[in-house]
């Protein structure tokens, strides 16, 4: 089972890693996170009514949508890809969520999260590192989940894990402290 865990994540990596070869941009490839593990990022951030949760790179829309009717949070997912936020926007809109998540087409890289209470991610820690920048900027209280992938230097306030398909996920949860 091990063994196959750290096959996937090579793999993810060795994915991501050719990819950036192509677009310096992109930040991890389009693999979606299991449903369970969704559920267990949404549940460590503590969602509330009314929050506003980010996933960066939101691929099929999953995480945003799943806290906009199961939390009723606000959903923003930003997507690189045309043809997968293509996708995602038709999928919120057939799901008649237009008004509670937006799906904006563009770079994870140049987003000002200064209205995020959440942000998720599912991307590689080296992609991580470089949206420290940005993640830098959210308020005293919000919160960065991340699934499989750390961010350096950052202590997650908790770390979970949880078994799907016989594969190990984790879930690290970063909580904003108030400054000085
Ligand atoms: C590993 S998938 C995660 C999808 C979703 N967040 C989830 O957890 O199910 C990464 C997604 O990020 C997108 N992506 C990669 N680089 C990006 C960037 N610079 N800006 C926005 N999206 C990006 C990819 O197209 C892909 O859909």
Not at 4 to 17: C, K, N, W, Y
Not at 44 to 50: I, L, Q, W
Not at 62 to 69: D, F, G, M, N, S
Not at 120 to 135: C, D, G, H, V
Request: aromatic share 6%.
């Amino acid at each position: 089972m091990r063994l196959l865990q750290i096959t996937s994540l090579a793999l993810l990596g060795a994915v991501a890693f050719a990819q950036q070869f192509k677009n310096p941009n992109n930040l991890g490839p389009d693999m979606p996170t299991p449903q369970p593990v969704v559920e267990m990022m949404l549940k460590a951030a503590k969602v509330k009514p009314g929050e506003v949760v980010y996933d960066l790179g939101c691929g099929d829309g999953r995480i945003v949508i799943t806290a906009a009717q199961e939390y009723d949070a606000k959903g923003v997912g930003i997507e690189m890809s045309r043809d997968i936020f293509d996708k995602t926007e038709a999928r919120v809109k057939s799901l008649g969520l237009q008004d509670k998540v937006q799906i904006i087409h563009g770079n994870a890289l140049h987003v000002d999260l200064s209205p995020a209470d959440v942000v998720t991610l599912y991307l590689l820690t080296s992609s991580n590192e470089r949206l420290k920048p940005s993640l830098a900027k959210l308020h005293p209280g919000a919160r960065v989940v991340s699934h499989d992938f750390q961010i350096r230097g950052w202590v997650p306030t908790s770390v979970q894990k949880v078994t799907v398909m016989g594969m190990v996920h984790t879930v690290y949860l970063y909580e904003i402290k108030p400054k000085g």
